[in-house]
């Protein structure tokens, strides 16, 4: 069986090589992939929105099967053109995807069918947004309705910096078109949850959950990044919050996009804050999270591939999917300067034997060698009967992996471990 997997980071590296453990499939192409992964699967140098040169790639090497990894590709519509040439695919279709392509799309539905989240409105121009600012409770949080490389959410503290984030997203026009409109919403605090669900459409299964560290420096200090790490489970996520979720956000946002003839197939990624309320979504993604999946995927002891196809053949409420009671973490190493300026062409050099803990994200070819190519380079993941064992052993294999300039944090899993004390 020849499978396409589509995106180039550390998600679709764990991707494929947890596909791999299925001896049915024979290759697997990474569309562009990266140079660290090319003991892995065969590197097609075909860049991740070129849809149509996707479909036809698929059809002429007679693919299986494909995955949709990344969410450019999926709001673009890969899934319906690799479909429209008989490619069966692990994704939500267009349609479906706008769940994460448009936030105005989202939050309208979760108002519509009372699915809780944070209060909000929307705004098609910078004076009237400014015109609300003047009197909104601050903090308050400003989001580009459209996908923005992770960047489209400002937490402003203060009015001013409200009042500018809305001229930088919708006058100067930051992230572009998707900036057009915007969404102001309510400030929410408490502990932030991810989890990740499969979905054919009827049936949710929710995978193990997690939780990220999105921010550059130690202690959640500095800049918003793609996510410095992860760990899984997520201790703040009891079985009890567990079954509330199922109850008023999992299965209601599965019906509502039924109702709205927007069947989501593929992983829906659920982004939870455990409020005083109650939890709600932050945000929903149309795919696997980065670097949540560098910690589900080696938690899960099922077929990748055969749970993947049940989301698209419908089959998933008579399929098996299960998790072990272990713990992960993954330490992200990034090139210093991330998520600003940052050096690139460093060789990178990992072991053999820990190769297989080992997802890269940003790697390049250079005369035969593997360099850094990216900010965020590879994650490291390790898997434990504690929690504390996992990051133990996630240290371990980041003082084994080597590249110049390397940069990490040090407390992933730090906050995790205070919460499992108190419980
Ligand atoms: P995103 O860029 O969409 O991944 O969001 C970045 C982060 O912004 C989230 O992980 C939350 O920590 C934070 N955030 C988003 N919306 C809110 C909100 N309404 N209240 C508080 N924090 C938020
Ligand atoms: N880790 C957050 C995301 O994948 O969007």
């Known amino acids: 069986m020849k499978v396409l997997v589509v ?6 590296h764990a991707i494929i090589k947890k596909l791999k453990e299925n001896k049915n499939i024979t290759e697997i192409f990474a569309l562009p992939g990266n140079a660290g992964m090319q003991e892995d699967a065969t590197l097609v140098n075909i860049g991740a929105k070129e849809i149509e040169k996707i479909a036809d790639f698929a059809a002429q090497n007679d693919i299986d099967y494909a995955v949709v990894a990344p969410d450019d590709p999926l709001v673009l519509g890969c899934v319906d053109a690799l479909e429209q040439k008989g490619i069966a695919c692990f994704g939500p279709n267009k349609a479906a995807a706008i769940i994460e392509g448009s936030k105005v799309f989202s939050k309208n539905l979760m108002k519509k069918y009372n699915i809780p989240t944070a209060e909000y409105e929307v705004f098609t121009n910078a004076e009237s947004a400014t015109k609300y600012l003047q009197t909104a409770p601050i903090p308050t949080v400003i989001k580009a309705d459209g996908l923005a490389l992770g960047k489209g959410v400002i937490i402003a503290e203060t009015r001013e910096d409200a009042i500018k984030a809305v001229k930088s997203i919708m006058q100067d026009k930051q992230f572009g078109a998707s900036g057009d409109s915007i969404v102001i919403e309510e400030f929410l605090t ?17 995978m193990v959950s997690s939780m990220d560290h999105k921010r550059a420096g130690d202690n959640d200090t500095g800049l918003n990044t793609g996510g410095m790490g992860t760990i899984a489970p997520n201790p703040y996520y009891t079985d009890a919050v567990a079954k509330e979720c199922m109850e008023t956000i999992f299965l209601p946002t599965i019906n509502a996009m039924n109702s709205e003839n927007r069947t989501f197939k593929g992983c829906l990624y659920f982004g939870l804050m455990l409020t005083a309320k109650g939890p709600k979504v932050i945000e929903y993604n149309c795919r696997f999270g980065d670097p949540e999946t560098q910690v589900v995927l080696p938690l899960l002891k099922s077929d990748l591939l055969t ?3 049940a989301t698209t053949f419908g089959t998933l409420k008579d399929t098996k999917v299960e998790f072990s009671d272990s713990n992960a973490c993954c330490v992200i190493m990034a090139s210093k300067g991330y998520p600003e300026h940052y050096e690139k062409g460093y ?4 072991p053999n034997n820990i190769k297989n803990n080992v997802y890269v994200a940003g790697a390049a070819l250079n005369n035969g060698k593997v360099v850094t190519a990216g900010g965020r380079v590879l994650g490291c993941t390790a898997v434990a009967d504690t929690l504390q064992d996992a990051i133990t052993k996630a240290y371990e294999l980041v003082g084994n992996v080597h590249f110049e300039n390397a940069y990490y944090r040090n407390d992933i899993g730090a906050k995790a471990l205070k919460a499992n004390t108190k419980a």
């Open 7 to 12: 995106g180039s980071g550390g998600r679709e």
């Open 190 to 206: 408490g502990p932030e949850v991810s989890v990740l669900a499969f979905t054919d459409g009827e049936t949710v299964v929710p």
């Open 307 to 309: 749970v993947m196809q």
């Open 347 to 350: 060789e990178i050099t990992i």
